[in-house]
Every structure is written in C-alpha cells, then in structure tokens.
C-alpha cells in the first residue's frame, strides 16, 4: 500500500508558513537571519522553490516530465547565491503571501498524484518532490529562532545549511536552467557591451 503520510505533514507546514505569515509586521519581515538573509528573503526563497516545483509537478502529471533524475545536492548553492539578489529585492509585504500560495498549489498537486508516481519517488533521489515541508520547516524554524532573539525571547540561530541541502537537493534539471539563465543574460551583457570594451581597450592600447 502507498505511503501517503508526508500529505499531512506537508499540510501541516502550510498551514504553520500561513500562520507565520498572517502574524507577521512590516518590521520583523526584515529582522536579520544572518548571511545577509531576512525574514522576507527567507520567505521569497521558500515560495520560489514551492513555485517552482509545482510547474515541475503540473508537468509531471500531464506526462511531460520524468520523475526520475540525478540529484546535484552539492550545486545547491550556486542557485541561492545567485538568485539570492533577486529574491531580497522582492517587496517584503508580498513575499508572505505569495510564498502560502505557491505552497497551497504545490500540495494540493502532490495530493492528486497517482499511487504509481508516489511510489516511484518515494526512496529515490526525487524523494523531496514528495517531502515539502522538510524545506519548509527548516526555513519556518530559523526565521522563527530570529524572531525570537529580536524579541529577545532566545538565541539567534545559524541559517540552514549542508544538512539541509543534503535532505531537500533540488534537482539538477532546476539547477541546469537556472544557471542556464544566468549564463544568457551574462552572454547577451557583454555581447552588448563588446564593441564598447573594445573601443576602449584599443584607445589603452595605442601609442601616445
């Protein structure tokens, strides 16, 4: 029979991210987590991931998308270093939110998966597909530690870190287009910039 328990703790972690959100004010959206990560990057970071894997899921589902795969846990934090900027630019007063939805959806597709796709991931690499609220928990109980030292009511934790990337590694499929991403815009900048860098490399390089 199909082990379906992880749908309650998954329910379980949503409904904590959605009563951490609903508690939150504008002032602790931006209490320090360290590493130059706040409350509301912490936020943008678990709602992107959430985000992201219910596409990942939604093309599971329709047949479009292999639930196996190799998992690159050790790439992990090329992605959060380079998305980092983006997700602390974020509006703070958005990211709560937008972080509960893209957890509903994403749980509720999980819910409606196939016994037969279950078990597939279920032990294998991709078992984290299945496992969200292990990512989300990690997040919940540092910022909630943050929270607390601001208030003075205990000590400041130490952001999530190789432990938690060994239990919830994205997949490489994630990773391979994100920086893929990255790369393009690189590329793009510096075929727009060529000409000028040239120009001024020769005015540099010729005798005065």
Sequence with gaps: MTDRSFQEANDESRRRLASLVASLTPAQLEVDLGEGWTVASALAHTGFWDRWQAARWTEMLAGQWAAQEESVIAAEHL??????????????????DLGVAAATRLDSLIA????????????????YLLH????????????????????????????????????????????????????????????FLGGGINMILSVVGSPR
Excluded: F, K
Excluded at 112 to 127: I, N, T, Y
Excluded at 169 to 182: T, W
């Design 79 to 96: 992605a959060n270093e380079a998305l980092h900027p983006y997700w602390a630019g974020i509006g703070s007063e958005s990211v709560g």
């Design 112 to 127: 409606g998966a196939p016994d037969a796709l279950v078990d597939e991931l279920e032990g294998s690499p991709s078992a």
């Design 132 to 191: 969200r609220y292990r990512h989300r928990n990690d997040h919940l109980d540092h910022i909630e530690r943050a929270l607390a030292a601001a208030s003075g009511a205990g000590p400041m934790a130490e952001a999530p870190g190789a432990a938690e990337a060994e239990r919830n590694g994205q997949g490489l499929v994630e990773y391979a287009l994100i920086l893929s991403l990255i790369a393009i815009v690189a590329v793009s900048a510096l075929l």
